[in-house]
């Protein structure tokens, strides 16, 4: 059977590294890849057999090729500190390991969870975001500094099993993404030459909230798929907002 690497990029995540570490581990190498921790996330991973290495963030997309390039197995395994691999999704894998004849690339469905519910609309499931499982050298992140592209080198197929995505553990986490997200956003739409203004950064943010709410039937998700929904409007709002106070700064 190949083996197989995992990698985990942590920032903070003291609440979630460990259920994360125990369900990966019976994978052969498990690196943690620390961005600047300042809680125990570190001290916690350190009890589990993974190898911690620390890198620079220079943007997500950058940060996952490095991380790639830190692992020695022909397979990898991507996951996040806040998504469990079940049973189910290992004995999959498992078998992908054991096939000569397995596809190069392969994504992984998204089972995520808020407010104490599976998410079943919103766009939120299947949740292809990524390949999560490929050969090395079969995928490659574009150097975006979030919501990173990817080129796919090799053939692709999909697994049937989820991957469990605990993304938020209450609504103060989802202000904190929102704004760190936004702003990386904003510099995002920055290099790529993008002009907005206030009135448009509205009009996006409107748009959003009825995409997820209306036209991805969020409503069919109650009160979780509101605020999911609202959490959309804020954080697009906001990206546009800052692109275009980058644009036309208030002067005193």
Known sequence: MNKISVFIPVLNEEDKIANALESVAWADEIVVVDTGCTDRTVDIAQQYNCRIERLTFTGFGNLRNASVSLCKHDWILSIDADERVTPELKEEISAVLADDEALETYFIPRRNFFMG????????????????????????????????????????????????????????????????????????????????????????????????????????????????????????????????????????
């Open 117 to 252: 519910r599976w998410i079943k609309h919103c766009g939120w499931y299947p949740d292809y975001c990524q390949p999560k499982l490929f050969r090395k050298g079969a995928l490659t992140y574009h150097d975006d500094a979030v919501h990173e592209g990817f080129d796919i080198h090799g053939r692709l197929g999909y697994l049937k099993s989820d991957v469990l995505h605990y993304s938020f553990r209450d609504l103060s986490q989802i202000i904190a993404k929102m704004d760190r997200y936004s702003s990386l956003g904003a510099q995002k739409m920055a290099e790529q030459g993008k002009k907005t203004s206030m009135a448009s950064a509205l009009l996006h943010g409107i748009g959003a909230f009825l995409r997820i709410y209306v036209l991805k039937r969020g409503f069919l998700d109650g009160w979780a798929g509101f605020v999911i929904a609202l959490g959309n409007f804020e954080g697009t709002f906001y990206r546009y907002a800052k692109l275009a106070l980058r644009q036309h700064p208030e002067k005193d």
